[in-house]
Protein backbone atom coordinates (compact mmCIF):
# COMPACT_ATOMS: atom_id res chain seq x y z
CA UNK A 1 0.00 0.00 0.00
CA UNK A 2 3.02 2.70 0.85
CA UNK A 3 4.38 1.20 -2.14
CA UNK A 4 1.57 2.26 -4.29
CA UNK A 5 1.05 6.00 -2.74
CA UNK A 6 4.79 6.54 -3.61
CA UNK A 7 4.50 5.88 -7.09
CA UNK A 8 0.84 7.76 -7.32
CA UNK A 9 2.59 10.62 -6.12
CA UNK A 10 5.93 10.39 -8.29
CA UNK A 11 3.79 9.46 -11.68
CA UNK A 12 1.69 12.92 -10.57
CA UNK A 13 4.89 14.56 -9.63
CA UNK A 14 6.18 13.82 -13.10
CA UNK A 15 3.15 14.41 -15.06
CA UNK A 16 2.49 18.18 -13.43
CA UNK A 17 6.57 18.60 -14.55
CA UNK A 18 6.13 17.11 -18.36
CA UNK A 19 3.04 19.39 -18.56
CA UNK A 20 4.49 22.67 -17.44
CA UNK A 21 7.37 21.63 -19.62
CA UNK A 22 5.56 20.94 -22.79
CA UNK A 23 3.27 23.91 -22.37
CA UNK A 24 6.51 26.68 -21.94
CA UNK A 25 7.54 25.12 -25.25
CA UNK A 26 3.83 25.50 -27.28
CA UNK A 27 2.50 28.78 -29.24
CA UNK A 28 1.48 30.74 -25.90
CA UNK A 29 4.56 30.86 -24.15
CA UNK A 30 6.20 32.03 -27.68
CA UNK A 31 7.55 35.70 -27.90
CA UNK A 32 4.87 38.33 -29.36
CA UNK A 33 7.50 39.90 -31.30
CA UNK A 34 9.59 37.57 -34.16
CA UNK A 35 13.33 38.78 -34.08
CA UNK A 36 13.46 40.19 -30.58
CA UNK A 37 14.55 38.31 -27.52
CA UNK A 38 12.30 38.51 -24.61
CA UNK A 39 13.31 38.89 -20.82
CA UNK A 40 13.49 35.21 -19.28
CA UNK A 41 12.65 33.53 -22.46
CA UNK A 42 13.89 29.63 -22.74
CA UNK A 43 12.52 28.62 -25.91
CA UNK A 44 13.33 29.69 -29.17
CA UNK A 45 11.88 33.07 -31.22
CA UNK A 46 8.80 32.66 -33.57
CA UNK A 47 10.63 31.37 -37.13
CA UNK A 48 11.27 33.87 -39.53
CA UNK A 49 11.89 31.51 -42.33
CA UNK A 50 11.06 28.22 -43.28
CA UNK A 51 14.52 26.45 -42.16
CA UNK A 52 14.17 28.14 -38.85
CA UNK A 53 10.07 26.64 -38.98
CA UNK A 54 11.81 23.08 -39.84
CA UNK A 55 13.85 23.20 -37.18
CA UNK A 56 11.14 24.33 -34.39
CA UNK A 57 8.83 21.69 -35.80
CA UNK A 58 11.56 19.43 -34.98
CA UNK A 59 12.62 20.00 -31.83
CA UNK A 60 9.48 20.58 -30.13
CA UNK A 61 7.30 18.01 -32.06
CA UNK A 62 9.77 15.60 -32.90
CA UNK A 63 12.88 15.77 -30.57
CA UNK A 64 11.22 17.02 -26.97
CA UNK A 65 8.76 14.10 -26.76
CA UNK A 66 11.32 11.76 -27.37
CA UNK A 67 13.90 13.24 -24.74
CA UNK A 68 10.83 13.52 -22.65
CA UNK A 69 9.42 9.66 -23.27
CA UNK A 70 13.15 8.68 -22.45
CA UNK A 71 13.39 10.99 -19.30
CA UNK A 72 10.25 9.46 -17.98
CA UNK A 73 10.89 6.18 -18.91
CA UNK A 74 14.14 5.64 -17.11
CA UNK A 75 13.03 7.76 -13.96
CA UNK A 76 10.11 5.64 -13.84
CA UNK A 77 12.37 2.65 -14.09
CA UNK A 78 15.28 4.03 -11.68
CA UNK A 79 12.01 4.38 -8.94
CA UNK A 80 10.52 0.76 -9.74
CA UNK A 81 14.21 -0.79 -9.24
CA UNK A 82 14.53 1.46 -6.10
CA UNK A 83 11.38 -0.33 -4.42
CA UNK A 84 11.22 -3.38 -6.39
CA UNK A 85 15.17 -4.60 -5.73
CA UNK A 86 15.63 -2.96 -2.16
CA UNK A 87 17.86 -5.01 0.25
CA UNK A 88 14.58 -4.96 2.91
CA UNK A 89 13.10 -7.00 -0.25
CA UNK A 90 15.99 -8.92 -1.30
CA UNK A 91 18.57 -9.54 1.43
CA UNK A 92 19.84 -12.46 -0.68
CA UNK A 93 21.14 -10.51 -3.89
CA UNK A 94 20.66 -11.85 -7.31
CA UNK A 95 23.90 -13.83 -9.01
CA UNK A 96 21.54 -13.20 -12.58
CA UNK A 97 25.57 -12.86 -15.18
CA UNK A 98 23.50 -11.40 -18.07
CA UNK A 99 20.03 -11.65 -19.70
CA UNK A 100 20.37 -11.81 -23.57
CA UNK A 101 16.95 -10.93 -24.35
CA UNK A 102 17.19 -7.52 -22.00
CA UNK A 103 20.81 -6.80 -23.58
CA UNK A 104 19.54 -7.09 -27.07
CA UNK A 105 16.43 -4.50 -26.33
CA UNK A 106 18.47 -2.35 -25.15
CA UNK A 107 20.99 -2.32 -27.81
CA UNK A 108 18.48 -2.08 -30.91
CA UNK A 109 15.67 0.02 -29.51
CA UNK A 110 18.56 2.99 -29.14
CA UNK A 111 19.62 2.34 -32.41
CA UNK A 112 16.20 2.97 -33.62
CA UNK A 113 15.58 6.24 -31.90
CA UNK A 114 18.96 7.19 -33.41
CA UNK A 115 18.02 6.57 -36.73
CA UNK A 116 14.51 8.38 -36.62
CA UNK A 117 16.31 11.29 -34.92
CA UNK A 118 18.87 11.56 -37.57
CA UNK A 119 16.77 11.23 -41.11
CA UNK A 120 14.90 14.70 -40.29
CA UNK A 121 17.73 16.28 -38.72
CA UNK A 122 19.87 15.36 -42.08
CA UNK A 123 17.07 16.53 -43.78
CA UNK A 124 17.17 20.05 -41.98
CA UNK A 125 20.78 20.29 -42.32
CA UNK A 126 20.59 19.52 -46.04
CA UNK A 127 18.47 22.51 -46.70
CA UNK A 128 20.05 24.77 -44.44
CA UNK A 129 24.10 24.23 -46.19
CA UNK A 130 22.63 23.74 -49.71
CA UNK A 131 22.36 27.31 -51.15
CA UNK A 132 20.04 28.04 -53.87
CA UNK A 133 22.29 28.63 -56.66
CA UNK A 134 19.50 31.35 -57.89
CA UNK A 135 19.58 33.28 -54.81
CA UNK A 136 18.08 37.30 -55.77
CA UNK A 137 20.71 39.03 -53.02
CA UNK A 138 24.32 38.46 -52.23
CA UNK A 139 25.83 40.31 -48.93
CA UNK A 140 28.92 39.56 -47.20
CA UNK A 141 29.65 40.49 -43.61
CA UNK A 142 32.59 40.69 -42.49
CA UNK A 143 33.65 40.47 -38.82
CA UNK A 144 35.89 42.93 -36.43
CA UNK A 145 36.72 43.42 -33.13
CA UNK A 146 33.77 44.14 -32.27
CA UNK A 147 31.66 45.05 -35.15
CA UNK A 148 30.15 43.70 -38.36
CA UNK A 149 30.64 44.92 -41.62
CA UNK A 150 28.62 44.31 -44.85
CA UNK A 151 28.85 44.60 -48.78
CA UNK A 152 26.65 44.01 -51.24
CA UNK A 153 29.19 43.03 -54.07
CA UNK A 154 26.16 43.00 -56.53
CA UNK A 155 24.93 46.51 -56.07
CA UNK A 156 27.70 48.99 -56.63
CA UNK A 157 30.32 47.33 -53.85
CA UNK A 158 28.28 49.13 -51.35
CA UNK A 159 30.11 48.80 -47.85
CA UNK A 160 29.38 50.54 -44.40
CA UNK A 161 30.34 49.06 -40.86
CA UNK A 162 27.34 48.30 -38.49
CA UNK A 163 28.41 49.97 -35.22
CA UNK A 164 26.41 48.69 -31.70
CA UNK A 165 24.86 52.00 -30.48
CA UNK A 166 25.91 53.47 -26.94
CA UNK A 167 23.61 53.98 -24.29
CA UNK A 168 23.55 57.86 -24.97
CA UNK A 169 22.67 56.81 -28.27
CA UNK A 170 19.38 54.99 -27.57
CA UNK A 171 16.49 56.43 -28.90
CA UNK A 172 12.99 55.79 -28.82
CA UNK A 173 12.55 52.01 -30.93
CA UNK A 174 16.28 51.11 -30.36
CA UNK A 175 17.25 48.36 -28.10
CA UNK A 176 20.05 48.38 -25.78
CA UNK A 177 22.95 45.93 -26.74
CA UNK A 178 21.01 45.05 -30.05
CA UNK A 179 20.32 47.61 -32.05
CA UNK A 180 23.20 49.24 -34.79
CA UNK A 181 23.79 52.28 -36.22
CA UNK A 182 23.63 50.94 -39.85
CA UNK A 183 21.24 47.40 -39.76
CA UNK A 184 21.93 44.94 -42.65
CA UNK A 185 18.79 45.80 -44.93
CA UNK A 186 17.71 42.92 -47.17
CA UNK A 187 13.99 42.63 -49.03
CA UNK A 188 11.34 40.80 -47.92
CA UNK A 189 10.32 37.46 -50.07
CA UNK A 190 13.56 37.08 -51.31
CA UNK A 191 16.49 34.55 -50.84
CA UNK A 192 19.48 36.41 -49.48
CA UNK A 193 23.16 34.32 -49.35
CA UNK A 194 25.06 36.22 -46.85
CA UNK A 195 28.52 35.15 -47.14
CA UNK A 196 30.41 35.40 -44.21
CA UNK A 197 34.39 35.90 -43.06
CA UNK A 198 36.45 37.25 -40.80
CA UNK A 199 39.18 39.90 -40.70
CA UNK A 200 41.10 39.08 -37.23
CA UNK A 201 39.77 37.04 -35.21
CA UNK A 202 36.48 33.82 -35.53
CA UNK A 203 33.27 35.39 -34.99
CA UNK A 204 29.90 34.19 -35.94
CA UNK A 205 27.11 35.44 -37.53
CA UNK A 206 24.20 34.62 -35.66
CA UNK A 207 20.39 35.63 -36.45
CA UNK A 208 18.22 33.10 -34.14
CA UNK A 209 15.16 33.62 -36.03
CA UNK A 210 16.23 32.86 -39.22
CA UNK A 211 17.77 29.67 -38.24
CA UNK A 212 21.07 31.24 -39.47
CA UNK A 213 24.78 30.41 -37.53
CA UNK A 214 27.47 30.82 -39.84
CA UNK A 215 31.19 30.96 -38.60
CA UNK A 216 33.43 33.73 -39.69
CA UNK A 217 36.87 32.57 -39.79
CA UNK A 218 39.98 34.96 -40.91
CA UNK A 219 40.61 33.87 -44.84
CA UNK A 220 37.54 32.03 -45.53
CA UNK A 221 34.63 32.12 -46.90
CA UNK A 222 31.60 30.51 -45.46
CA UNK A 223 27.99 31.01 -47.02
CA UNK A 224 24.48 30.66 -45.73
CA UNK A 225 21.52 32.02 -46.57
CA UNK A 226 17.57 32.77 -45.49
CA UNK A 227 14.85 33.97 -46.90
CA UNK A 228 12.26 36.53 -44.67
CA UNK A 229 8.51 36.90 -46.05
CA UNK A 230 7.66 39.15 -43.19
CA UNK A 231 9.12 42.28 -42.96
CA UNK A 232 10.11 43.71 -40.05
CA UNK A 233 13.41 43.75 -37.63
CA UNK A 234 15.04 40.90 -36.80
CA UNK A 235 18.47 40.84 -34.31
CA UNK A 236 21.01 38.43 -33.22
CA UNK A 237 25.07 38.51 -31.81
CA UNK A 238 27.98 36.79 -32.31
CA UNK A 239 28.40 33.42 -31.04
CA UNK A 240 31.43 32.94 -31.01
CA UNK A 241 33.88 34.49 -28.09
CA UNK A 242 36.12 36.88 -29.76
CA UNK A 243 37.31 39.22 -26.80
CA UNK A 244 36.83 41.38 -24.39
CA UNK A 245 33.77 42.53 -26.19
CA UNK A 246 32.30 40.36 -27.70
CA UNK A 247 28.82 40.32 -25.40
CA UNK A 248 28.69 44.18 -27.82
CA UNK A 249 29.28 42.58 -31.12
CA UNK A 250 25.19 43.08 -32.41
CA UNK A 251 23.32 42.13 -35.37
CA UNK A 252 20.54 43.80 -36.47
CA UNK A 253 18.58 43.06 -40.06
CA UNK A 254 15.64 45.06 -41.71
CA UNK A 255 13.49 43.44 -43.90
CA UNK A 256 11.50 45.87 -46.32
CA UNK A 257 9.10 45.68 -49.31
CA UNK A 258 10.61 45.45 -52.27
CA UNK A 259 9.37 49.53 -52.65
CA UNK A 260 11.13 50.58 -49.82
CA UNK A 261 14.14 48.16 -50.25
CA UNK A 262 14.96 49.84 -53.60
CA UNK A 263 14.84 53.30 -52.41
CA UNK A 264 16.77 52.22 -49.81
CA UNK A 265 19.45 50.72 -52.11
CA UNK A 266 19.39 54.15 -54.11
CA UNK A 267 20.14 56.16 -51.14
CA UNK A 268 22.87 53.69 -50.29
CA UNK A 269 24.65 53.92 -53.86
CA UNK A 270 24.67 57.82 -53.50
CA UNK A 271 26.45 56.79 -49.60
CA UNK A 272 28.28 53.74 -49.20
CA UNK A 273 29.05 52.94 -52.94
CA UNK A 274 32.71 52.47 -53.36
CA UNK A 275 32.87 52.88 -49.44
CA UNK A 276 31.74 56.10 -49.64
CA UNK A 277 30.96 55.59 -45.73
CA UNK A 278 31.45 58.20 -43.39
CA UNK A 279 29.15 61.15 -45.61
CA UNK A 280 26.39 62.17 -44.24
CA UNK A 281 24.71 58.88 -43.23
CA UNK A 282 22.44 59.75 -40.60
CA UNK A 283 19.69 60.67 -43.62
CA UNK A 284 20.12 56.76 -44.46
CA UNK A 285 19.33 55.87 -40.94
CA UNK A 286 16.70 57.87 -41.08
CA UNK A 287 15.02 56.03 -44.14
CA UNK A 288 15.23 52.76 -42.90
CA UNK A 289 13.91 53.25 -39.38
Given at each position: ?186 PAGKVVRVQV ?93
Amino acid sequence: MKLSKNLSFTHKFILALSTMIIAMNSPLFAAENIGVPQDYQMIFQDAATPNMADITWFHNLFLFPVMLAIALFVTLLLIYVMFKFSAKKNPKPSKTSHNSLIEVLWTVIPVIILVAISIPSFRILYTQQAIPVDADLTVKATGYQWYWGYEYPDNDAIYFDSLPLEEEELTEGKIRLLSVDNPLVVPAGKVVRVQVTSSDVIHNWAVPSFGVKMDAIPGRLNETWFKVDKPGVYYGMCSELCGVRHSFMPIEVHVLEQKDYNNWLNMAKDQFANNNYFQNNKQLVRLVN
